[in-house]
C-alpha cells in the first residue's frame, strides 16, 4: 500500500491512499531488487508513477519513489511507504540474550548468598549490596542512557552494553580468583555491569516503536523485557548447582563469563534501523529532549502509571534479591529458594507469553493494570505468611505456601510489564518511548535500592535473622500504591493514547 505524506508531521488524517500499479522490474527503479520477488527483503516499494494511468517516463524512472512527480502539479511530492521487515528480530534477540545475561549477573551472588559470604568471608549484609549496587548504578547512567536512545537509537545502547558486560564480567572473574577472592574488584565488575543494564532494559520500547507495527508492539515489548527477569531465573535455578561450596564460586563467575561474552558479540553485525518505517507514529519525529521533560513531568497520566510501576519493579527486585534470606529461618535450602525464585519468574514469564499476544489483538490496557495491581498487594500480603505456613509441619518445611504465592505474584507483576511500558509511550507520545522507559525502569531500580538497604535493616538481629518485619514493610508499600493506577480515566480524565492516534486510519502495512 502506498501512503501519500500531506503534512510536514504525519498525524491521523495526514495520508491519503493511492492505487497502486503494476509490479515492476529492477530496471523501473534506481537500482534497487526486483519487485517481482515478493520475498526480498528489500522490496518494499511499488510505483506509484500510473496511480492516474500515466506511462512510466525516463525522468521518473531515476527517481526514488518516494519523491515521483504529481500529475497535476509537475512537483516531487514525499511518498511514504510502510512496512516491516524480517530483520527486525536479529535485533530483538540480541536485547533478549543481553538481558539474560545481565540479569543472571544481577543475581550471581545473591542466589547462593551463604556461599559467597563464607568465600570471601564478609557478612550476607555485604553480600546484598553487591545487588544494591547493581541497582543504584541504574539511577547514575540514565541521563546518558536516555540520550544515547533518544539520539543514537537502540544499536548504540546494545553495543555500549555488550562493552560494558565483558569488561565487568571478567573483572568480576579476576576478583573472585584472586587468592582467598578480592570483594573490591568483583565490586567493580558489577558495578560495570549495573552500569550496562539501563542500555538494555530501557531500549525494548525504543526498538518495538522503530521495527514493529502497533499490533506487534505489546509482544515484542514483552519478549526483551521479560529477558531480564528470566536471566534472574536461570541465575536462582542455576548457580546453587555451580557453587554447592566456597571454593566452587570462582568456576561459577567463570562460567557465567563465557556465556556473557558469547552473547555479546552479534551485537555488533545488529541492523541500526529499518530502511523504511512500519507505521506512520514511528516515520513521527520525536520532540527535543528539553520539551521532553516539561511534558512528560506536567502529564498526571504519567505519574499515575510510573510510581505503581517503579514501586512494584523494586519490590520484585528486593524479594528476588533476598529471597534465600527470607527463606532460610524457616528451614528451606539455597536449592529451594532457587526454584521459589524461578517459580516466581517461570510463571511470570509463560502468563505474560499468553496476555501480551492478546493484548496486541484486543487492547484494553486499563482494565488489564485495574484488574492486576490488587492482585500484585495481595500476593505481597500473602506471602508474609507463607514462609511461616510452609514451616509449621516441623522440621521439614512444606514447599506449598510460598511457592503457591511466588507463582502468584509472578502471574501479576509480569505480565503487567509490557503493558505499562507500552502505555506510557502512548500517553506521552510524541516523547520518545526510551526517555519513559528509562525514567519508569530508572525509577524502579533507585526504589529497589533504597528497599533492600531497609529490609536488610529490618532483619532480626539475633538467629535465625528473620525478615518477617521486612516482609510487613513490603506488604505496607505495595497497598499503598494501588489506588493510584485506579484513578486512570476518572474524574473527567480522559487516558489518551496518542501514538495509536497517530496509526488510526492506516488500512494495511507490507510485510515480508
Given at each position: 500500500?502506498?501512503?501519500?505524506?500531506?503534512?510536514?508531521?504525519?498525524?491521523?488524517?495526514?495520508?491519503?491512499?493511492l492505487?497502486?500499479?503494476?509490479?515492476?522490474?529492477?530496471?523501473?527503479?534506481?537500482g534497487g531488487?526486483?519487485?517481482?520477488?515478493?520475498?526480498?527483503?528489500?522490496?518494499?516499494?511499488?510505483?506509484?508513477?500510473?496511480?492516474?494511468?500515466?506511462?512510466?517516463?525516463?525522468?521518473?524512472s531515476?527517481?526514488?519513489?518516494?519523491?515521483?512527480?504529481?500529475?497535476?502539479s509537475?512537483?516531487?511530492?514525499?511518498?511514504?511507504?510502510y512496512r516491516?521487515?524480517?530483520?527486525r528480530w536479529?535485533?530483538?534477540?540480541?536485547?533478549?540474550l543481553?538481558?539474560?545475561?545481565?540479569?543472571w549477573?544481577?543475581?550471581?551472588?545473591s542466589?547462593?548468598?551463604?556461599?559467597?559470604?563464607?568465600?570471601f568471608?564478609?557478612?550476607?549484609?555485604?553480600?546484598n549490596?553487591?545487588?544494591?549496587?547493581?541497582?543504584?548504578?541504574?539511577?547514575?547512567i540514565?541521563?546518558?542512557?536516555?540520550?544515547?536512545?533518544n539520539?543514537?537509537?537502540p544499536?548504540?545502547?546494545?553495543?555500549?552494553?555488550s562493552?560494558?558486560i565483558?569488561?565487568?564480567?571478567?573483572?568480576?572473574?579476576?576478583?573472585?580468583r584472586?587468592?582467598?577472592?578480592?570483594?573490591?574488584v568483583?565490586?567493580?565488575g558489577?558495578?560495570?555491569?549495573?552500569?550496562?543494564?539501563?542500555?538494555?532494559?530501557?531500549?525494548?520500547?525504543r526498538?518495538?516503536?522503530?521495527?514493529?507495527?502497533?499490533?506487534?508492539?505489546?509482544?515484542?515489548?514483552?519478549?526483551a523485557?521479560?529477558?531480564?527477569?528470566?536471566?534472574?531465573?536461570?541465575?536462582?535455578?542455576i548457580?546453587?548447582?555451580?557453587?554447592?561450596?566456597p571454593?566452587?564460586?570462582?568456576?561459577?563467575?567463570?562460567?557465567?563469563?563465557?556465556?556473557?561474552?558469547?552473547?555479546?558479540?552479534?551485537?555488533?553485525?545488529?541492523?541500526?534501523?529499518?530502511p523504511?518505517?512500519?507505521?506512520?507514529?514511528?516515520?513521527?519525529?520525536?520532540?527535543?529532549?528539553r520539551?521532553?521533560?516539561?511534558?512528560?513531568?506536567?502529564?498526571?497520566?504519567?505519574?499515575?502509571?510510573?510510581?505503581?510501576?517503579?514501586?512494584?519493579?523494586?519490590?520484585?527486585?528486593?524479594?528476588?534479591?533476598?529471597?534465600?534470606?527470607i527463606?532460610?529461618p524457616h528451614?528451606?535450602?539455597?536449592?529451594?529458594?532457587?526454584?521459589?525464585?524461578?517459580?516466581?519468574?517461570?510463571?511470570?514469564?509463560?502468563?505474560?507469553?499468553?496476555?501480551?499476544?492478546?493484548?496486541?489483538r484486543?487492547?484494553h490496557?486499563?482494565?488489564?493494570?485495574?484488574?492486576?495491581?490488587?492482585?500484585?498487594?495481595?500476593?505481597?500480603?500473602?506471602f508474609?505468611?507463607?514462609?511461616?505456613?510452609?514451616?509449621?509441619?516441623?522440621?521439614?518445611?512444606?514447599?506449598?505456601?510460598?511457592?503457591?504465592?511466588?507463582?502468584?505474584?509472578?502471574?501479576?507483576?509480569?505480565?503487567?510489564?509490557?503493558?505499562?511500558?507500552?502505555?506510557?509511550?502512548?500517553?506521552?507520545?510524541?516523547?520518545?518511548?526510551?526517555?519513559?522507559?528509562?525514567?519508569?525502569?530508572?525509577?524502579?531500580?533507585?526504589?529497589?535500592?533504597?528497599f533492600?538497604?531497609?529490609?536488610?535493616?529490618?532483619?532480626?538481629?539475633?538467629?535465625?535473622?528473620?525478615?518477617?518485619?521486612?516482609l510487613?514493610?513490603?506488604?505496607v508499600?505495595?497497598?499503598?500504591?494501588?489506588?493510584?493506577?485506579?484513578?486512570?480515566?476518572?474524574?473527567?480524565r480522559?487516558?489518551?493514547?496518542?501514538?495509536?492516534?497517530?496509526?488510526?486510519?492506516?488500512a494495511?502495512?507490507?510485510?515480508?
Open positions: 500500500m502506498i501512503l501519500r505524506q500531506t503534512k510536514p508531521h504525519p498525524g491521523e488524517g495526514d495520508y491519503e491512499q492505487p497502486t500499479s503494476p509490479t515492476l522490474s529492477s530496471s523501473d527503479t534506481t531488487p526486483s519487485m517481482a520477488n515478493p520475498d526480498n527483503e528489500e522490496d518494499g516499494f511499488k510505483s506509484t508513477s500510473r496511480a492516474q494511468g500515466r506511462a512510466l517516463d525516463d525522468t521518473e531515476e527517481m526514488p519513489l518516494e519523491m515521483r512527480p504529481s500529475p497535476s509537475g512537483t516531487s511530492e514525499p511518498m511514504v511507504v516491516v521487515y524480517k530483520r536479529f535485533g530483538l534477540i540480541q536485547l533478549v543481553l538481558n539474560v545475561i545481565v540479569s549477573d544481577w543475581l550471581s551472588f542466589a547462593v548468598s551463604t556461599t559467597s559470604a563464607q568465600y568471608n564478609v557478612s550476607e549484609s555485604a553480600i549490596w553487591l545487588s544494591t549496587s547493581f541497582l543504584f548504578s541504574f539511577c547514575v540514565a541521563p546518558l542512557v536516555i540520550y544515547t536512545l539520539r543514537g537509537g544499536k548504540h545502547a546494545i553495543i555500549a552494553a562493552v560494558l565483558l569488561l565487568g564480567n571478567w573483572i568480576r572473574f579476576a576478583g573472585t584472586a587468592t582467598g577472592g578480592h570483594f573490591g568483583v565490586m567493580f558489577q558495578i560495570l555491569v549495573g552500569l550496562a543494564q539501563p542500555f538494555v532494559l530501557s531500549a525494548p520500547t526498538y518495538s516503536d522503530l521495527w514493529f507495527t502497533p499490533k506487534g508492539r505489546v509482544s515484542a515489548t514483552a519478549i523485557s521479560l529477558a531480564n527477569p528470566f536471566g534472574g531465573a536461570l541465575g536462582q535455578l548457580d546453587p548447582v555451580w557453587a554447592t561450596k571454593s566452587d564460586i570462582p568456576n561459577m563467575v567463570l562460567y557465567i563469563a563465557i556465556i556473557a561474552s558469547i552473547a555479546t558479540i552479534p551485537s555488533f553485525f545488529i541492523p541500526s534501523g529499518p523504511t518505517p512500519p507505521c506512520p507514529s514511528a516515520a513521527e519525529s520525536k520532540i527535543p529532549l520539551q521532553t521533560w516539561r511534558f512528560v513531568l506536567s502529564s498526571v497520566e504519567f505519574w499515575l502509571i510510573f510510581i505503581p510501576f517503579a514501586v512494584y519493579v523494586a519490590l520484585f527486585n528486593a524479594i528476588s534479591t533476598l529471597l534465600n534470606q527463606l532460610a528451614g528451606y535450602s539455597e536449592t529451594a529458594a532457587g526454584i521459589c525464585g524461578a517459580l516466581l519468574i517461570v510463571v511470570g514469564l509463560v502468563t505474560s507469553a499468553i496476555t501480551s499476544p492478546l493484548l496486541d484486543y487492547p490496557p486499563l482494565f488489564a493494570i485495574k484488574l492486576q495491581v490488587p492482585l500484585i498487594a495481595a500476593s505481597y500480603l500473602a508474609v505468611w507463607a514462609p511461616d505456613a510452609g514451616d509449621a509441619s516441623g522440621s521439614s518445611p512444606s514447599l506449598g505456601p510460598p511457592y503457591a504465592v511466588a507463582a502468584l505474584l509472578g502471574a501479576a507483576c509480569f505480565s503487567l510489564v509490557p503493558i505499562v511500558l507500552e502505555l506510557l509511550a502512548e500517553v506521552t507520545h510524541p516523547v520518545s518511548p526510551g526517555v519513559t522507559s528509562t525514567l519508569a525502569w530508572g525509577g524502579g531500580q533507585l526504589f529497589g535500592g533504597i533492600l538497604v531497609i529490609e536488610d535493616a529490618l532483619k532480626d538481629s539475633t538467629p535465625p535473622f528473620g525478615m518477617r518485619r521486612a510487613v514493610f513490603q506488604a508499600i505495595a497497598s499503598l500504591v494501588v489506588p493510584l493506577p485506579l484513578c486512570l480515566g476518572l474524574f473527567g480522559k487516558v489518551r493514547r496518542r501514538r495509536e492516534e497517530v496509526d488510526k486510519g492506516v494495511s502495512v507490507q510485510q515480508e
